[in-house]
């Protein structure tokens, strides 16, 4: 049985040299070593070199741990341990060199999430929590916001062409919110916009078509903040499931009814 609270310790050491990694690429990077892993779906030669370099970390620290990993780089063969791994969360942003980007890692055990941590590269932010703590930023404790209505709510919405043609009405749900709320943001990174919730930049934010390594980290960081985290329907699957609300407790009932 695991400290986790000695390893998140070791995991952030983790997540802040895999962001000086990248750090140091984005003051040599240009465009021509972009890779596309699909339509408007980049990939770098950092994001895959920046999880090598995780993995390999990580398994000196869990030996037995499987993975789940965006690049590839290792495997989930059905342990029990699994490390949820985005080497590089906002890529088209880091490509751009326009802030935030991440790096997210995640350590689950069976269904729970037990640790996770997400470093934001440009501000030098970590952020992290494990099982049964409080969520922290740079060793201070945080909270989600004690705003009280949607009126007054900061909304984050992340989006992609997919949800634009397969969410019926999401343009009409953009103007609503933009009308009825203190306003939208879009950052370009699901990490960024979960921790933003969890220390109270963001009162609420809402995605589809994401993926575990999109949101495992995250997401349990909000929760641990005080957050209210599920799916579109109030649930709990949000890591596998594809989609993800999350709000400070006091307008996350309201939000989710308009939730794109």
Request: aromatic share 10%; charged share 25%; with cysteine.
């Amino acid at each position: 049985m695991y400290d986790y609270g000695e390893l998140c310790k070791d995991v952030c050491l983790v997540a802040r040299e895999a962001g000086e990694y990248i750090a140091r690429q984005r003051e040599v990077f240009s465009f021509d070593r972009v890779e596309f892993k699909g339509a408007h779906n980049l990939v770098s030669y950092v994001d895959k070199e920046a999880e090598k370099m995780i993995v390999g970390r990580l398994s000196a620290l869990v030996p037995e741990a499987g993975y789940i990993t965006e690049e590839g780089t290792a495997h989930d063969n059905g342990e029990r341990l699994r490390w949820v791994i985005d080497p590089l969360d906002g890529t088209t942003n880091f490509v751009h060199g326009l802030p935030p980007y991440c790096v997210s890692i995640a350590l689950m055990d069976g269904q729970e999430v037990v640790i996770g941590v997400v470093y934001e590269v440009t501000l030098r932010e970590m952020f992290y929590a494990w099982l049964d703590s409080p969520a922290y930023l740079d060793g201070k404790v945080i909270r989600a916001s004690e705003v009280q209505s949607m009126e007054n709510a900061l909304i984050a919405i992340g989006f992609s062409r997919s949800a634009l043609r397969g969410v019926p009405g999401f343009l009409d749900k953009v103007s609503w919110y933009q009308v009825n709320t203190d306003g939208i943001r879009r950052v370009g990174s699901a990490c960024a916009d979960l921790v933003y919730v969890a220390c109270g930049r963001f009162d609420a934010f809402c995605q589809v078509n994401l993926s575990p390594w999109d949101v495992a980290a995250g997401a349990f960081i909000a929760r641990r903040a005080g957050a209210v985290v599920t799916d579109n329907t109030g649930g709990d699957n949000y890591i596998f499931g594809r989609e993800i609300v999350a709000a400070n407790p006091h307008i996350h009932s309201e939000f989710i009814k308009t939730a794109v």
